[in-house]
């Protein structure tokens, strides 16, 4: 059996595939079979090590249980046979709360992690992009996020899952929470999905800025919470940047929408080569007269020139 650092190294180094990889790297047998009710276990006896996963279960869920009770075995704490992954993240108990700690880090290193998270606040796209990266759930990645608020530069962090609408744990390392403030915030942050909702508090000059992450199945709501100082939670991602500059481009004319996104599509591929003052520049000599009327008015305009920046620096590079 490998240390938990040479563990964590070998999943590194394979990411994304590192838990398939290590379970085959450590003879490990992986079965998959209907499961009723649970997600899996580990079984080591006489004739080796079997893992059992439920077939049935989302591909990215059966790899949070491979990982999970892989987890179980490198920390060696024993696995309940017929563990369900959302009974293990509600647990209070501290060796499941340790194993889903190493299942989360084993599928998404902290390597990974910085790389996808550059600035705060987080926003749900890069989380969203962050899972589909490592193949996870949303969930997976902000549980990761969440145990690594301090090196991706938030004052703190939570998970807030509810079932309907009802509250139902909370993930953190030392954020609480209270019941009926958790629900308020999911509240609040429907009203604002898909952007995220902030709220300030007085006392500390903190910010609380909340969104919902997507689940497989709806009958659930996730909340990512994320603490942050004042000047870094106000400052606003390009999804809410490109709101209000959008109901002015394009409030009453959709077909002028489409042309321009078409028309941001042929610039995408063109900023491997230019950095983002060029691929302005051309923009506007080879685009700024293409519409008349309002539309070159408004394309023209100072707003305007801020969406058209806004968008091009999406791809291209400010040096
Ligand atoms: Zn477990």
Redesign the pocket.
Known sequence: MMNINQAKRFTEEKFPAGPEELAAELGIEVREAPLTGCDGWVLSGPPGVIIRLNSTAFPTRRRFTLA??LG?LLLGIP??VG?SVYD?LKSNNTE?RQ?NDLAAELLLPESIVRLHLPSVPVVAKQLRKLAQKANVSELAAAIRVVNLAKEVGLVNAAVAFFKGDVFEWLWSRTLTMRPADATDLLVETKKTDPLPARIHKGKTNEVIVASIISNPTNQSSTLFVQLLPEEDGNRLSNAERRRPLEDFLFKDDNQFRMELQGVFGSFRPKCADWTLEVAFAEFYKQKGERWSGTRRTRLNSVKGREYVRLRLSEWCPAK
């Open positions: 999970h009770e179980h696995s309940v563990e293990s499941e194993v």
